[in-house]
C-alpha cells in the first residue's frame, strides 16, 4: 500500500514562497506518476502539478512559471515549490500517486492514492 505525507505547509504574506514536501513509501515500482492538487475554499479540486516516470511533466494554467516541481528519488520525496503567492493560491494541498499509467493520464484529482493533506494560506 503507498503512503503519501505531505509537510510545508503554512502562512504566508503574498508575493512570499514556500516548500510544499511529499514523502512516499511502500511499493514504488508500481507508482507511474505523482502530483499535487488543491482544494480552496468554495472551490472545486484543482490539479496543480504532477510528474510522470518517464520525466514528463504538466502544470495548470494559473501556477505556470511560479511554481516547480522536482523530486528527489533517493529520498523517495516530491517537492513543490512555490514561488509569488498570492491569496487565490489559499487551499489545502494534496500529494497524490496514480496506481496505473492510465491514471496518470487524467486528474490527479482522481488518482487512487493521496495524503491528508497541507494547508496553505496567503494573505494578501
Known amino acids: 500500500q503507498v503512503q503519501l505525507v505531505e509537510s510545508g505547509g503554512g502562512s504566508v504574506e503574498a508575493g512570499g514562497s514556500l516548500r510544499l514536501s511529499c514523502q512516499g513509501s511502500?511499493?514504488?515500482?508500481?507508482?507511474?506518476?505523482m502530483g499535487w492538487f488543491r482544494q480552496g475554499p468554495r472551490k472545486e479540486r484543482e490539479e496543480v502539478a504532477i510528474?510522470?516516470?518517464?520525466?514528463?511533466?504538466r502544470y495548470a494554467d494559473s501556477v505556470k512559471g511560479r511554481f516547480t516541481l522536482f523530486q528527489d528519488k533517493a529520498k523517495n520525496t516530491l517537492y513543490l515549490e512555490m514561488n509569488s503567492l498570492n491569496p487565490e493560491d489559499t487551499a489545502m494541498y494534496f500529494c497524490?500517486?496514480?496506481?496505473?499509467?492510465?491514471?496518470?493520464?487524467?486528474?490527479?484529482?482522481?488518482?487512487?492514492?493521496r495524503g491528508q493533506g497541507t494547508q496553505v494560506t496567503v494573505s494578501s
Open positions: 497524490a500517486a496514480g496506481r496505473t499509467t492510465w491514471q496518470c493520464l487524467v486528474s490527479s484529482t482522481q488518482w487512487d492514492y
Open positions: 511502500g511499493p514504488r515500482y508500481s507508482i507511474p506518476c
Open positions: 510528474i510522470r516516470t518517464d520525466g514528463g511533466m
